[in-house]
């Protein structure tokens, strides 16, 4: 269970590195939390564990986290800031692969057939003006996908155990959706199934002698997307500020953000 612990509340930090932020080591605790939650689709509560509140919890993994009391509210700061996350934080993996590809290798369940148009560089759809004669691309089918769970499970077993192993096997044997794999399995799973998906094209088209396109779209830019989410905090703020009593009285929040919202001691 501690080792869980640790491992999401690193992944916590390596969302906020991930978006670029200069200082993603370090956060208030309210900002931790949530990452938490989110992290965990709600289920986070430092409670489940057996501590009384969420200070405690962090008092706890003092050998990750270093707390900094001085800040209100208090401050966390990741003690060893070389986050080991492999191939996620790789440069191929944050690029997208380009959706009419993507589409093509993944859509086994519609039948349709994708063929490439190597003049126009475009995937279309085999049908009565699409000519099924041209170069057929690359769809996998169920056998594949069960050896890829297979293969990503297997590389994950020993680190699992008792519910959540059972919820991988499950996933894998039938078939589920992601949602179905334990928590901090699910990126992990997304990454390896996108890597799966480039290497895939990567190959037929190597294999069939014809150049191949530029796989992915340019990564978008984070940095960029936070700090539009920041002057909004700032406005919103600002507003806030400036209310007269009547004018908070009528002020709606959302009922999500106020069940996310405690107090940390």
């Known amino acids: 269970m501690s080792s869980d612990l640790h ?12 978006k670029g932020l200069p200082s993603w080591f370090r956060m208030n605790a309210g900002v931790l939390k949530n990452r938490l939650i989110l992290l965990t689709d709600g289920q986070f509560d430092e409670q489940k564990y057996g501590y009384v509140d969420f200070r405690e919890f962090l008092e706890a993994h003092s050998d990750l986290l270093r707390i900094d009391p001085t800040t209100k509210p208090i401050t966390v700061e990741l003690i060893d800031q070389v986050v ?25 369940a519609s039948g349709r057939k994708y063929v490439w148009d190597k003049e126009r560089n475009l995937v279309l759809v085999a049908n009565d003006q699409v000519s099924d004669a041209l170069p057929r691309l690359p769809t996998i089918n169920a056998d594949d996908l069960a050896h890829w769970r297979k293969l990503f499970l297997a590389k994950h077993r020993d680190s699992l155990e008792g519910r959540d192993l059972e919820k991988a096997m499950r996933w894998e044997t039938e078939g589920l959706a992601i949602n179905f794999l334990p928590v901090l399995l699910r990126q992990s799973w997304g990454h390896e199934f996108s890597a799966n998906v480039r290497e895939r094209l990567s190959a037929w088209f190597r294999g069939n002698a014809i150049t191949p396109p530029l796989l992915e779209l340019p990564a978008e830019n984070p940095v960029r997307k936070e700090s539009q989410s920041e002057d909004l905090r700032r406005l919103v703020i600002q507003c806030v500020e400036l209310m007269t009593p009547q004018e908070l009285e009528q002020l709606q929040l959302p009922a999500s953000l106020l069940t996310r919202i405690r107090i940390v001691k």
């Open 84 to 108: 080991g996350d492999g191939e996620q934080s790789s440069d191929q993996s944050q690029k997208r692969i380009r959706p009419d590809l993507w589409r093509a290798v993944t859509d086994y």
């Open 7 to 18: 491992t999401l509340i690193q992944s916590a930090f390596l969302a906020a590195k991930k």
